[in-house]
């Protein structure tokens, strides 16, 4: 069946680094992957989302890039903020909306 | 904005209850989905209806049953509850199924199973 895989699980970087987040999915008809934000025990909530169509996508510090062939997109976070930390999933949609594994962010002051 | 809407936002249960989760879209959308999260894990995707059909299913158990009604919102039937059940249901909606449109997340169902 469809599957996304993300990498890594956790990430820990310095407060003003750079994060990166990336997956993978494995149906080609996948046609939307939007990223989530969740913090604990709420709903996953939207930070960036890009369309088949496009290769890149950015947000002011956040950005997506999608390559449709090799079948990867990934997430980057600039000039990271403590309140960056969080959990972050991707997911692709071709009708349904499959998740990634998620990632847990920490930035340390 | 209007959102999605879930109810109850806590439920807790007896092993081998039953248990109906509630969802509300966003009034037009015509796409419901359910997803339920453990502890610690991702989202995983249970079932999902396009105009009052099932369109997709998941990893939905057999125990457990949903539609979506003519004025679109959705429930969500849960019979014979196990303590593994115990999760945060989440109902989604979008406008159009099949197409690469956002899908709004309510605020969750948290079910406990004692």
């Known amino acids: 069946g469809e599957n996304v895989e993300q990498h890594p699980s956790t990430l820990s970087v310095q407060e003003g680094d750079s994060a990166v987040i990336k997956c993978t999915y494995s149906?080609?008809?996948?046609?939307?992957f939007p990223w989530y934000k969740q913090e604990l025990g709420k709903r996953p909530q939207l930070i960036i989302d890009?369309?088949?169509?496009?290769g890149e996508k950015k947000d002011q510090r956040i950005a997506v890039t999608l390559n449709k062939t090799a079948k990867h997109f990934s997430l980057h976070i600039t000039e990271t903020q403590p309140e960056d930390s969080a959990v972050y999933f991707c997911a692709a949609k071709e009708g349904k909306l499959i998740f990634g594994q998620g990632t847990e962010l920490s930035v340390k002051p | 904005a209007a959102g999605v809407i879930q109810s109850p936002r806590h439920l807790i249960k007896e092993k081998r209850e039953t248990a109906t989760l509630k969802c509300y879209p966003i009034?037009?959308?015509?796409?419901v989905y359910w997803y339920q999260q453990g502890p610690g894990q991702d989202p995983q995707f249970l079932i999902s209806?396009?105009?009052?059909?099932?369109?997709d299913k998941g990893s939905i158990p057999d125990r457990f049953s949903a539609q979506q009604f003519s004025d679109y919102h959705s429930e969500l039937n849960m019979s014979s509850l196990e303590l593994g059940d115990s999760a945060l249901y989440f109902c989604a909606s979008s406008l159009g199924h099949r197409v690469g449109t956002e899908a709004f997340f309510g605020q969750g169902t948290r079910l406990t199973v004692v």
């Open positions: 209806f396009y105009e009052k059909m099932q369109s």
């Open positions: 149906d080609s008809a996948s046609n939307y």
């Open positions: 890009i369309r088949s169509n496009v």
């Open positions: 009034p037009r959308h015509d796409t």
